[in-house]
């Protein structure tokens, strides 16, 4: 599942997101870095990614970031929830 369907189903925002995925006691990602990956303009780090995905339950993964890429890449929408608007 992309990052933007995942936060758009759970009615998170930026801020929430990146609290979530902050390790106890670490940083707490911006949200213009949360945007970035929702949007397919960065990769998580390998720690962020591992957090991602045990936060998201293994619903958002690796994969996910991959596919959202090929499509930039390819000129389509970058998001799931551009396509259904």
Known sequence: MELAKYLADEDLTLAQFARH???AGGPIP????VARWRDGLLFP???NMERIEIVTG???TYLDFQ?????IRNGEAF???ERSA
């Open 67 to 71: 596919l959202v890429r090929e499509r």
């Open 79 to 81: 998001n799931e929830t």
């Open 21 to 23: 995925v902050a390790p």
């Open 30 to 33: 911006e949200e213009s870095t």
């Open 58 to 60: 293994k619903a958002v």
């Open 45 to 47: 780090s390998p720690k």
